[in-house]
């Protein structure tokens, strides 16, 4: 049985990774302005999979008998300097959801709710993942960003990225 904290937080999260498929929308919507249609791409992919963190969230709940409270949440930010500004606003945002996961891990600890636990798991291996890669993309940007014909092969490259939900 969940504690009105534990259910609670885990809503919250569940709230967030909507609110994360939102601002990765946010981001997608300025690489196509800037007619970074690869970026655009890759940014559309990972607001399909937060989506998708938000739905494990509501059946997680649900299986256990408790209810998914939907909630709004703020305007994600819309305007970036730079394709590279647009990644690290990124990196930042998934270093905020590795915060958050590692405090529900924490109250489930506490609690000793193991279902939580191992329900968590799948997320906080996740994390590792989602910094690693956007970490990855920071520095190849970093690399590249004064040569054009490299941020287009790798604008490219990342046109090709698509959502399977048994990766994510």
């Not at 609670?8 to 196509?32: P, V």
């Not at 739905?55 to 305007?79: C, Q, V």
């Not at 606003?89 to 636990?117: F, G, P, Q």
Request: glycine share 2%; hydrophobic share 40%.
């Amino acid at each position: 049985m969940l504690s009105e904290k534990l259910h609670e937080a885990l809503n919250d999260q569940m709230n967030f990774e909507f609110y994360s498929a939102h601002a990765y929308l946010a981001i997608a919507a300025y690489c196509t302005e800037e007619a970074y249609d690869g970026f655009a791409n890759f940014f559309l992919v990972q607001a399909e999979e937060e989506r998708f963190h938000a739905m494990k969230f509501y059946n997680f709940l649900s299986d256990l008998g408790y209810r998914a409270t939907i909630a709004g949440f703020e305007r994600p930010h819309n305007e970036f300097a730079s394709i590279l500004d647009a990644f690290e606003s990124a990196l930042r945002h998934e270093k905020e959801v590795t915060h958050r996961i590692y405090y529900l891990s924490d109250i489930a600890l506490d609690e000793r709710e193991h279902a939580t636990m191992a329900f968590l798991k799948w997320f906080i291996d996740e994390q590792v993942e989602e910094e690693s890669t956007f970490d990855t993309l920071i520095n190849k940007i970093k690399r590249i960003e004064k040569d054009s014909n490299a941020i287009f092969m790798l604008d490219s490259e990342l046109s090709s990225r698509t959502f399977t939900p048994d990766e994510a």
